[in-house]
């Protein structure tokens, strides 16, 4: 049940950008309309958050959507992890590694480096001050990462964060 009354937004003083990532949030739809109702930080935010999908770099799609999957699920978010969970079966993830990352993620049978970034994904929900520079040479090291990655990586975690407080708080 939605704590907020959310209208659909008066968009027209939007730039054709901006309302493009209004509108690419839709699979957001009730959470997009109450982010819209401040329309200079829902801007920013839908665009941040697009591109943190849609942007080329050393992580894949499904890599982004499992790191946003488990910040949602480690957050208890269960509408924003349905709709990440979904897209990952969509793009071919098999149920029973859904079904185990809805558990624990470390049920869930990936590759390492996949394991590797959901480790570090629990590490900076949880307690980022234990994130230190021999946790992101490890992931540099050992699982090919750059610090571009690491970057991007970093913001997908807190823009999903910032999403599942969002979502959770508004009753999405």
């Not at 009730?30 to 665009?47: D, E, N, Q, T, Y």
């Not at 590759?111 to 480790?119: F, I, K, Q």
């Not at 307690?127 to 750059?146: F, P, Y």
Request: net charge negative.
């Amino acid at each position: 049940m939605a704590h907020l009354d959310s209208p659909e937004p008066d968009l027209s003083a939007w730039t054709d950008d901006d309302r493009a990532s209004y509108e690419g949030a839709s699979r957001l739809d009730g959470l997009r309309r109450s982010l819209a109702m401040c329309p200079s930080v829902a801007a920013p935010f839908l665009r941040a958050y697009t591109a943190a999908f849609d942007i080329e770099g050393g992580l894949t799609r499904t890599e982004r959507e499992l790191v946003a999957a488990v910040v949602a699920i480690t957050n208890r978010c269960a509408t924003l992890a349905e709709q990440h969970l979904s897209t990952l079966v969509e793009g071919g993830l098999s149920q029973a590694a859904v079904d185990a990352l809805r558990r624990d993620y470390r049920l869930a049978r990936l590759e390492p480096r996949s394991r590797a970034l959901l480790d570090y994904t629990v590490l900076v929900n949880d307690d980022v001050h234990l994130v230190s520079k021999a946790t992101l040479d490890e992931l540099r090291q050992n699982h090919g990462l750059q610090t571009a990655d690491l970057v991007l990586l970093t913001h997908i975690i807190g823009l999903g964060n910032h999403l599942s407080r969002m979502f959770t708080a508004f009753g999405q």
